[in-house]
């Protein structure tokens, strides 16, 4: 049982003055796998440092099971960390390898041996306890790196960008180890990662980070389908969300409706009440998959047409993204369509927006205006 609670933890390094971490507060449950997800250099390493004890905390509290941790030295916080650098031991055998820690925590020869014949069982590692690390494979040097903190039995498991080093399809295939071994194992987890693809698939929840401070903690298809803001609306997804300028005016009737270029959508009678005294410049925000080309699954309720010309067409085998232009606006529109979609560059056509699941933001702020979306699907 661990759960971890960071209270206000703030990291400035020694010779900068712009602090790499503002701030952030968040608790990891117990069993929970946790994934801290944002760009390069906001902060996701410095966080998971922190925690492991690896770096000193400038502010703020970081507890474990409740209890004070800033100034316990990282030995003694019973936390493993595995890094995107494996850090084996080249000129010790993959058992060594595993060994180490143990042997340094007095462990008796026979419970260290019993140890590493599990994990070594679990990770698939057995027929490679006597290699050095030269003869593995990436893939297989990365299960040594999780082996050695599992045998550790640790409260809490650190990971740092694991996979980052693996060709692609050894990522699909370890993620799902590191995902079954979670759910076996139970062990509370925080991983970090700027591949969102792991993020969405991996976490219990997801929380992101941007530019040292935290913008958005949830499950992954909460921060998916409700980013707060502009910045998560178009850092998720693949392509990420439509965030296309857009004209907010209430009429006569108390309705609202939105000038896209030169067209006019009407906005949904559910939304009136967030929109009560907004008018003008306003972010329309859509996922490339809830825009619809007419004839395809309009299921669930597509229901604002707007008229588009395609740009370009990218067949991606599984699936087709068309990027289409508005007229009068200046940003590209990108539709997933299904794999048999046929469409060519200048054609204009109709289309239906889910607006159910559309979104609006302040351009100021760059904050979530309706709050209304609906899971759906
Ligand atoms: N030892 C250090 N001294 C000074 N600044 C540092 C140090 N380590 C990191 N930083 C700075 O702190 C900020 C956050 O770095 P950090 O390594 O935590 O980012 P990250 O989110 O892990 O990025 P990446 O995805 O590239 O690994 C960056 O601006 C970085 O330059
Ligand atoms: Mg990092």
């Known amino acids: 049982m661990a759960f971890v609670t960071l209270d206000g933890i703030t990291k400035v390094y020694e010779n900068s003055r712009e602090p790499a971490v503002k701030d952030i507060s968040f608790e990891v449950r117990d069993g929970e796998f946790m994934v801290l997800l944002g760009p390069s250099g906001c902060g996701k390493s410095t966080v998971l440092r922190m925690i492991a004890g690896l770096e000193t905390i400038s502010g703020g509290d970081l507890r474990i099971d409740g209890e004070r941790m800033n100034s316990v030295p990282a030995k003694d916080r019973d936390i493993a960390m595995v890094f995107q650098s494996y850090a084996l031991y080249p000129h010790m055998k993959v058992r060594d390898n595993l060994a180490f820690g143990l042997r340094r925590r007095g462990i008796s020869r026979s419970d260290i041996n019993r140890r590493i014949e599990q994990v070594a069982e679990s ?7 006597d290699r050095k690390p030269h003869a593995l494979s990436g893939g297989q040097r990365q299960r040594v790196a999780v082996g050695r903190a599992i045998v550790r039995d640790p409260k ?3 990971f740092d960008e694991p996979l980052s080093n693996l060709d692609a399809s050894l990522r699909v295939s370890t993620r799902n180890e590191l995902v079954n071994l979670h759910n076996r194992l139970g062990a509370t987890t925080i991983y970090v990662t700027h591949d969102q693809v792991e993020a969405m698939t991996m976490g219990t929840r997801i929380c992101i980070i941007n530019d040292g401070k935290l913008v958005q903690i949830g499950p992954p298809m909460e921060v998916y389908r ?12 693949s392509p990420p969300m439509n965030l296309i300028e857009a004209e907010l005016k209430s009429g006569a009737d108390g309705a609202f409706k939105l000038d896209i270029g030169t067209q006019c959508i009407e906005l949904p009678e559910a939304w009136i009440s ?4 907004k008018s003008g410049k306003i972010i329309f925000g859509i996922r490339p998959e809830d825009i619809f080309l007419s004839g395809q699954d309009m299921k669930r309720g597509a229901n604002a047409a707007v008229t588009m010309t395609v740009t370009a067409v990218e067949a991606l085998g599984a699936e087709t993204i068309i990027i289409f232009e508005l007229e009068g606006v200046d940003t590209k529109v990108f539709v997933k369509a299904d794999r ?9 056509m109709p289309l239906s927006i889910d607006m159910g699941v559309a979104r609006l933001f302040d351009p100021v702020t760059t904050k979530v205006i309706s709050n209304n979306t609906q899971l759906s699907g």
């Open 274 to 277: 967030y929109l009560q005294g």
């Open 226 to 237: 409700k980013p707060v803001n502009t910045f998560v609306a178009g850092f998720l997804g």
């Open 156 to 158: 809490v498991f650190l």
């Open 340 to 348: 048999y979609t046929r469409a060519n560059i200048g054609d204009t």
């Open 123 to 129: 990770l698939g590692l057995t027929p490679y306890l």
